[in-house]
């Protein structure tokens, strides 16, 4: 082979390494966030996962050639599109479920004992006023229209500018910040100024 | 990223300050999926570079396997070991001899035919006869 186009392979070949770990690098520094928003929307933990696992997919099957700096309102996109997914099939399901039998006691999943086990560490104070906080933040968001949560949780949590929220609901940068100014209005009539 | 061009009010530092904290807390088993499904979406985004790549550097080895492989060839057809250049070498030394050979010449340009004729009449004789 001739030399020139091994260079061009090696070339490729790190340009593809660097790629992967650039791709590596912005998935972990947003599925956390993403997690919280899923769960925000869905209010179920494994479906906020397997949300956030598809979107991820997505991302990496479909528009890892894409540059860096629109990974992320691609991501909240698809995101936002999975958990609509999710809620409707849910919506279906509970249509479903409605006219089924009631299940009885003993078809519940046995508590998991470690979960459940009380915590050595005593609470602190400070601790237990944030948990209630964090409780009552994500009751408060779990009541708005989901345009607003998504606007303020983007906005709030993944601290995306107007422009890359506009990009991630795929709407006006206007219409994001109505969406926030509602958001942040009626959370605050809930929870009041300071309740922390 | 930049964050909002407006000042933050009391409200919405507090409200960040609660999320950050909520994402801080999430548990370990959470934490443990959402570093598997990264692995497996990055492991989705390889083989179209894999299989891209693997054609390249394979190349050398393929040609290498492609070489010996026409060379086992060659050398099981000729069970002597004897190349077909060497048996053309062979024929191109007995035209020398032929060329060399002004008799033969004469017979072969001169001659109406009748010498080859002759002679392959004896032959048949020879053999009828045998």
Redesign the interface.
């Known amino acids: 082979?001739p030399a020139a186009?091994l260079g061009d392979?090696d070339q490729?070949?790190s340009s593809?390494q660097s790629r992967?770990r650039a791709?590596?690098q912005f998935?972990?520094g947003v599925?956390?966030?993403a997690?919280?928003i899923a769960q925000a929307a869905l209010r179920h933990?494994d479906d906020a996962?397997d949300a956030?696992?598809d979107a991820?997919?997505q991302?990496?099957?479909a528009y890892?050639d894409r540059p860096a700096p629109e990974w992320?309102p691609l991501f909240y996109r698809i995101l936002e599109n999975r958990i609509r997914d999710l809620q409707r099939r849910r919506t279906v399901r509970g249509r479903v479920i409605a006219w089924l039998p009631l299940r009885g006691a003993d078809d519940d999943e046995d508590p998991d004992p470690i979960a459940e086990a009380p915590s050595p560490e005593p609470q602190p104070l400070r601790r237990l006023e944030?948990e209630e906080?964090?409780g009552a933040?994500?009751k408060a968001l779990a009541g708005l229209p989901r345009r607003q949560q998504q606007a303020f949780?983007l906005?709030?949590?993944?601290?995306?500018?107007?422009a890359?929220t506009a990009a991630a609901m795929g709407c006006s940068e206007g219409s994001v910040k109505t969406h926030y100014f509602r958001a942040?209005q009626a959370?605050?009539a809930q929870?009041g100024?300071?309740?922390? | 990223?930049?964050?909002?061009?407006e000042p933050l009010?009391?409200?919405?530092r507090?409200?960040?300050?609660?999320?950050?904290?909520?994402?801080r807390?999430?548990d370990a088993r959470?934490?443990s999926?959402?570093?598997q499904?990264?692995q497996?979406?990055?492991a989705?985004?390889?083989p179209q570079?894999r299989s891209w790549?693997r054609s390249?550097?394979l190349?050398?080895a393929g040609a290498a396997a492609a070489a010996v492989l026409v060379a086992l060839t060659l050398w099981y057809r000729q069970p002597g070991g004897e190349s077909p250049l060497l048996e053309g070498q062979h024929t191109a030394v007995e035209d020398m001899d032929l060329l060399a050979d002004s008799e033969g010449l004469d017979l072969m340009e001169g001659g109406d035919g009748s010498f080859y004729e002759w002679a392959v009449a004896q032959s048949d004789n020879a053999e009828s006869e045998g």
């Open positions: 082979m186009l392979v490729t070949d593809a992967t791709l590596n998935l972990a599925e956390l966030k997690f919280k933990e996962l956030v696992q991820m997919l991302l990496a099957r890892a992320k944030i906080a964090m933040l994500e949780l906005r709030s949590l993944e601290g995306m500018d107007v890359e942040v959370l605050r929870l100024e300071f309740y922390v | 990223m930049s964050g909002p061009a009010t009391d409200f919405e507090q409200a960040r300050g609660v999320l950050e904290e909520s994402v807390r999430i959470t934490r999926k959402l570093n499904a990264r497996a979406a990055l989705a985004a390889q570079q790549l390249f550097t190349m050398p």
